[in-house]
């Protein structure tokens, strides 16, 4: 698989980089410079603690909107390049609830991965929303970066699909031709654990297709080894993270020290 090219491991860890709330978002809280520095510090922890690789999301822009501001975007780019410098692993990007941006993102700054809900149509707290999975694979084309990896949501945290799709139906069309980077099975919100039956079931349908699936949210200390046994990889943040809500570097080494056991490394 592709992950193993990527991040030169089976079953990768990828931390995630949250980033402070950026200028345009209510939350912000007056300095562009504070939310970089925040951010480096973050990439550090994540780095020294041996993440496989890291993803770089505009997470705290709450309340969230599908209509990502100009301001925002200039902002996020503003804090993705001044990261760029020290990034040692591989990374991608996500600006929330927008998969055109996410993949203008990656393909400015040369991301090996950009997730987001990247096909479908969904509904939850902040409306009815929808995601062209056709239109989102011809842009990295047309941006002269096909070699992004698509890491799709398959069931969006806080949201519900629309239609009447079986998961059968639905692995099988966000595969179709190879084009699904990887399917990344949520819980019921950030941080909240993601059902073990439908993780395994969508990993088996997608097995199939030769495509990797990854728990999207919810991964614990005391559950990644298991996540592990079913997944093809885990997107991990909330639990990396201290009291301060900056990652913490010993808490990555603690996911790591499983992961190489599981990938049976040394």
């Not at 992950?3 to 209510?26: R, S």
């Not at 509904?123 to 096909?146: E, M, S, W």
Request: hydrophobic content about 40%; glycine content about 12%; some cysteine.
């Amino acid at each position: 698989m592709w992950t193993k090219e990527v991040f030169g491991t089976e079953k990768p860890i990828i931390a995630l980089l949250h980033l402070d709330a950026l200028p345009g978002e209510p939350a912000f809280e007056g300095s562009l410079d504070d939310v970089i520095s925040h951010a480096l510090q973050d990439l550090k922890a994540i780095q020294d603690g041996g993440a496989d690789g890291v993803l770089i999301a505009n997470e705290n822009c709450f309340p969230i909107t599908e209509n990502t501001g100009t301001v925002t975007l200039m902002a996020m780019a503003g804090v993705v390049g001044a990261l760029k410098q020290h990034l040692r692993i591989p990374f991608g990007t996500n600006v929330v609830y927008n998969p055109e941006e996410t993949i203008r993102m990656a393909a400015v700054f040369g991301a090996s991965f950009g997730r987001s809900a990247f096909g479908g149509s969904f509904t939850g707290t902040y409306g009815i929303h929808h995601a062209n999975f056709g239109d989102n694979v011809r842009l990295k084309y047309q941006l002269g970066h096909p070699e992004i990896q698509l890491l799709c949501k398959f069931n969006p945290e806080g949201d519900a699909r629309l239609g009447s799709q079986t998961t059968k139906e639905l692995v099988n069309s966000l595969c179709e031709g190879g084009y699904a980077g990887a399917l990344c099975v949520s819980g019921p919100g950030a941080g909240q654990e993601a059902d073990w039956d439908y993780l395994a079931e969508v990993s088996a349908l997608a097995k199939k297709k030769n495509t990797p699936v990854f728990c999207n949210t919810g991964c614990r200390i005391d559950t990644i080894e298991k996540i592990l046994s079913i997944a093809d990889g885990a997107c991990v943040g909330t639990a990396l993270k201290g009291p301060d809500g900056r990652v913490d570097q010993e808490k990555v080494k603690g996911f790591m020290e499983i992961a190489h056991r599981v990938r049976g490394e040394n």
